[in-house]
């Protein structure tokens, strides 16, 4: 009942039920209240920039062909077959005139609409000639809204759920920081990478939006470590302490960041990266753009999620969404994204580092994979159930907003954010219309 799942979240302790995590009928649920009805992030706009060029890809566990139009706008649809269900095309990405299902050869334009069918003259009788009659147009391929933000691509099943802007609510500075550093936007310097990783989706979103806290205490500490100069002294390695964290006014969206301490950074991404991002004409640049907004040139290790499963990490500029597959496993599919002007060697630079950090054989992707994991592990058991999960820090504390930048704002070290996730995710699980949910 909305009763039952409204007390699985308890924002104003900062108490989460870890059935969360793990229950198959929750998880049914999310597939219907939240994946079918939030905007999705399904690629960048560089993944298909000219007509014909499509790329595959989900919608929660709902296939989609997302495919640029003659006219450059964007198409999202189910990849998936009217006639006996089979998906439309196979293959992960290309450029196509039209896609032909395999199985018996229906075969559907760009822009999705069936245009061919095999045999249909002496197989179907003709719609005129009675109600038993076939027309084509009515067995396309269910389409998705779509809409993009600074180069980010949306999709929406939901016609009744609000504009993408309207959605995104007060986040938007925080986006631009990644995405709006210049006129000339972002390009996507690789494919598409994908994973598997044995965990419940909200593990790996909610510590994109809120979670600065494990990066610094415990879990990326070694990767840090093993990135100091040999000749440096580990006494004078400190802990970042100051920052803050923004949790929207609507959405569940979220993200934190270090103010002007780059030893994160720098550790993580090394000084030509971080160099670029923060000094020389680039950043300057970027912070006459965004200045008007917030400071970004003091942001430093930001870290970022659109609710529910676009997250990304502003300076490191890996983007991903966390495409759910049952409650106790998610698909990555991430990229990387840099300033389109930005020097070639920079480009190399930021491939070569992600490679190294947030990519499947990196170094701190796999810190926070191995902490996700072992996490849903434990929540095998009843035990390890019955009893609720802490995300209370910050609560009853006295206001830490700061006022130098836009919205609610609150420490870094905080899970402010995580409650403003979670309250949303309790309020799209327990109330079926957009009447009471509208920003
Ligand atoms: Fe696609 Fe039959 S399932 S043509």
Known sequence: SPEEIRGLVDEELGLLDPRIYSDQDLYELELERIFARSWLLVCHEGHIPNPGDYITT?????????????????????????????????????????????????????????????????????????????????????????????????????????????????????????????????????????????????????????????????????????????????????????????????????????????????AIMGPKVVDYWTKGPAAERAQVRLGNKLPANRMVAQHMTIFPTCSFLPGINTVRTWHPRGPNELEVWSFIVVDADAPAEIKDEYRRMNIMTFNQGGTYEQDDGENWVEVQRVLRGHMARSRPFCASMGVGKPNANNPDFPGKTSYVYGEEAARGMYHHWSRMMSEPSWETLRP
């Open 58 to 266: 989900y919608m929660g566990e709902d296939p989609v062909i997302v495919v640029r139009q003659r006219d450059r706008s964007i198409k999202v649809f189910l990849n998936q077959c009217r006639h006996r269900g089979m998906v439309i095309e196979r293959s992960t990405y290309g450029n196509a005139k039209s896609f032909t299902c395999t199985y018996h050869g229906w075969a559907y334009d760009i822009a999705g609409n069936l245009v061919n069918v095999p045999f249909e003259k002496e197989a179907f009788c003709d719609k005129k000639e009675g109600d038993c009659g076939f027309e084509k147009a009515d067995w396309g391929p269910l389409q998705a809204r779509v809409d993009t933000y600074k180069g980010l691509v949306f999709a929406n099943w939901d016609a009744k759920a609000p504009p993408l802007i309207d959605y995104l609510s007060d986040a938007t500075p925080y986006m631009d920081v990644m995405f709006d550093r210049t006129e000339a936007g972002t390009e996507v310097i690789t494919g598409m990478q994908r994973t598997v990783i044995p965990c419940n989706w909200k593990f790996a979103a909610e510590q994109f939006c809120s979670d600065m806290y494990h990066a610094c205490t415990m879990s990326h500490v070694a990767g840090v470590v093993s990135s100091l100069r040999p000749d440096q002294d580990l006494s004078d390695v400190k802990l970042p302490v100051t920052g803050n964290q923004f949790r929207a006014a609507w959405g569940g969206h979220g993200t934190g960041w270090f103010n002007d301490d780059f030893s994160l950074l720098y």
